[in-house]
């Protein structure tokens, strides 16, 4: 783009110059001639009065002889003439073969003007002539015409001497002009060279040093002028920068997650927690049907773009996993009366909703545990009370009953005082170093009796010394639930209890041949009261906190517990301490 401009630029300059100097030539000469000859008229037509005294008009052979003796004198052609036009005397021929002259352009002229001048072909001499005629006033009448011609060759010999060195003049101011104009034109390119390059650095971002133009003239202050808007286009984009900057730490810090979708259905920003919360590692570009497949959803998008107000609802959605979101939508307007998308923003209540279930199924878990005992407690003593105390053997029967059940609501009021205190914090940490092959040994000894009556062996698998910072009353405490729990959901076969020395980690372990536990139950473990067989648990005496108790003492310590199970197969409970 920019060559051909500067080709143009160019090729007008040339014209313009070529138009110039041939116009210039032309005109000067045309009027270097015109003046050539006014002069050489006025010159000839004063040595036209000067011969005047000496030319009488009487003797044809007295002239004749004079008009070749002022030949010399005037280097012209000299013809004297009389008033009837005839020839007297004429410096190049005879004035008797002559014809008369009173046809001649000049000599008309000078008969009314008193000079006149005309360039014709003279008819004797064959060539061009200028001729000058003056007339010679005597007795205040035309006495007759003294004519002084001089050849146009000689004329033009030197006309075309001047032109030529005008000509030379031309040329050469043509050549300077254009060396100039070269110059001048490479000089203007050179600055728009750096003008433009400057300007499309700008235009791509890359703000370098100041444009500098030495001598540029009306350049240099377009250079100041792009250096300035280069300074304050570079400070705006640094504001820019730092807006959005600020804008992009603001939405990454915005616990709740949040969506841009414009009004195509088109996802057009997600922060990190949208992109955490739906299982995308990008959302940007993609419809958010792709994203939220629920029915209620589309909806409130619909009714916002209609309505052009915010909504708010609960939705449920299924992938990448089950949860309970919190949307509230509002409409985004960048200019007035133009929608030009939805923002949503997602608050997830899953944990709530499952902290609310949690704590609906403690209550009727606590109620259920408490009522039991409470009320078969009430229903034996009644029944003592009504006479049933006379009855000496039913009687023992009833208040056996009676301290069974009294036991079994100590434990549960014990395990959820236990609970509630590791919980709250209340129970301090007693932290000495634990010798865990010894504790295996002190707990098998403590249930051998109680899987004795079921003819289950315990077994251990930890000969080695294992040395840990714990709580040994606590740890020992989980052993004891974890076998016990083996125990009670095993029927028959061998309870295996042992420590592991992997590459990255060391874990305790209590592996049983029971029942097993169903997938689906396992992340439910731990929580209050929660059973997968409840009544299996009531009859054998469990109150559902243990597990509950081992997971909060395992937390405490620092250390995870994972558990494995499949139905049919039994169940291994780890616990890692690093």
């Given at each position: 783009m920019?060559?051909?401009?500067f ?6 300059y040339?014209?313009?110059l ?9 005109y000067?000469?045309k ?5 050539y ?8 037509s ?5 011969l ?8 044809r052979?007295?002239e004749q ?9 005037t280097?012209a052609?000299?013809?004297i003439i009389?008033?009837?036009g005839?020839v007297l005397g004429?410096?190049?021929g005879s004035?008797e073969?002559?014809?008369?002259h009173?046809?001649?352009p ?7 003007k ?8 003279s008819?004797?001499q064959?060539y ?11 007795d ?5 015409f ?8 000689q ?7 001047l032109k030529?060195?005008i000509?030379?003049v031309?040329?050469?101011l043509?050549?300077v002009?254009?060396?100039v104009?070269t110059w001048?034109?490479n ?6 060279d750096e ?12 703000f370098?040093q ?13 250079a100041n002028n792009?250096?300035?808007m ?6 705006k ?7 959005t900057s600020r804008?992009d730490?603001?939405?990454k ?5 949040m ?11 997600a922060?990190?927690a ?6 995308f ?5 993609k ?8 029915p209620d959803?589309v ?26 979101l ?8 960048y200019?007035?009366g133009?929608?030009?998308g ?7 209540l899953?944990?709530?909703r499952?902290l ?5 199924d403690?209550?009727?878990?606590a109620?259920?545990e ?7 407690i009430k ?7 009504d006479g ?20 079994r609501?100590n434990?549960?009021?014990?395990d959820l ?9 209340k129970e ?7 010798d ?5 040994d002190?707990?098998?000894?403590t249930?051998?009796v ?21 709580d040994?009353d606590k740890v020992e ?19 295996e ?5 992997e ?5 305790v372990y209590v592996k ?6 169903p997938?689906?139950y396992?992340?439910?473990l731990g929580?209050?009261?929660?059973r ?5 648990s ?16 395992v ?5 995870k517990?994972q ?6 197969r ?9």
């Amino acid at each position: 783009m920019k060559r051909r401009f500067f080709k143009r630029t160019f090729l007008l300059y040339f014209i313009v110059l070529l138009g110039s100097a041939l116009f210039i030539e032309l005109y000067v000469t045309k009027v270097v001639e015109n003046n050539y000859l006014n002069e050489l008229r006025e010159r000839l037509s004063i040595q036209n009065e000067i011969l005047a005294e000496k030319v009488s008009f009487h003797s044809r052979t007295k002239e004749q002889k004079l008009s070749t003796e002022l030949k010399e004198i005037t280097h012209a052609r000299v013809t004297i003439i009389d008033a009837q036009g005839n020839v007297l005397g004429d410096s190049e021929g005879s004035a008797e073969s002559m014809d008369n002259h009173s046809d001649r352009p000049e000599i008309q002229e000078a008969g009314r003007k008193g000079t006149g001048w005309s360039l014709r072909k003279s008819r004797t001499q064959g060539y061009d002539l200028l001729y000058v005629a003056k007339s010679i006033y005597k007795d205040n009448s035309i006495a007759g015409f003294i004519r002084l011609a001089v050849p146009v060759d000689q004329i033009n010999k030197s006309i075309n001497i001047l032109k030529l060195e005008i000509s030379l003049v031309v040329i050469v101011l043509f050549l300077v002009s254009g060396i100039v104009m070269t110059w001048n034109t490479n000089r203007i390119r050179q600055y728009m060279d750096e003008i433009i390059e400057y300007s499309g650095a700008l235009a791509h971002g890359i703000f370098r040093q100041k444009l500098y133009l030495r001598d540029a003239g009306e350049f240099t202050e377009l250079a100041n002028n792009l250096n300035n808007m280069s300074a304050e286009l570079k400070d705006k984009i640094e504001r820019a920068r730092k807006e959005t900057s600020r804008l992009d730490v603001i939405l990454k810090s915005i616990p709740d997650s949040m969506l841009l979708i414009n009004t195509s259905g088109i996802i057009k920003l997600a922060n990190k927690a949208a992109l955490k919360l739906f299982g995308f590692p990008q959302l940007y570009g993609k419809p958010f049907l792709e994203v939220i497949r629920n029915p209620d959803f589309v909806s409130l998008i619909d009714g916002v773009i209609k309505s052009r107000s915010p909504l708010s609802a609960e939705i449920t959605i299924d992938v990448p996993e089950e949860k309970y979101l919190f949307v509230k939508l509002s409409p985004l307007a960048y200019t007035v009366g133009d929608l030009s998308g939805v923002i949503a923003i997602f608050t997830d209540l899953t944990h709530m909703r499952k902290l609310e279930q949690v704590r609906k199924d403690f209550v009727a878990n606590a109620s259920h545990e408490l009522k039991t005992p409470v009320t078969a407690i009430k229903g034996f003593a009644e029944t003592l009370l009504d006479g049933a105390i006379e009855d000496r053997e039913n009687a023992y029967k009833f208040l056996n009953t009676i301290k069974d059940q009294s036991d079994r609501l100590n434990r549960l009021v014990e395990d959820l005082l236990v609970l509630s205190n590791i919980e709250t914090g209340k129970e301090e940490m007693n932290l000495v170093s634990v010798d865990l092959s010894m504790l295996i040994d002190k707990v098998m000894n403590t249930m051998v009796v109680k899987a004795a009556e079921k003819n289950i062996m315990i077994k251990k698998s930890a000969d080695d010394i294992t040395t840990v910072h714990a709580d040994r009353d606590k740890v020992e405490q989980v052993l004891l639930n974890l076998v016990d729990n083996a125990i009670k959901f095993t029927d028959s076969g061998e309870i295996e209890i042992g420590i592991v020395h992997e590459d990255r980690a060391t874990y305790v372990y209590v592996k049983d041949a029971g029942i097993g536990i169903p997938e689906r139950y396992i992340p439910r473990l731990g929580e209050r009261f929660f059973r997968v067989d409840a009544s299996r648990s009531r009859e054998l005496g469990g109150t559902g906190l243990g597990l509950a108790i081992v997971k909060h003492i395992v937390k405490e310590h620092g250390w995870k517990m994972q558990i494995e199970s499949k139905p049919g197969r039994g169940t291994m409970v780890k616990i890692f301490l690093s």
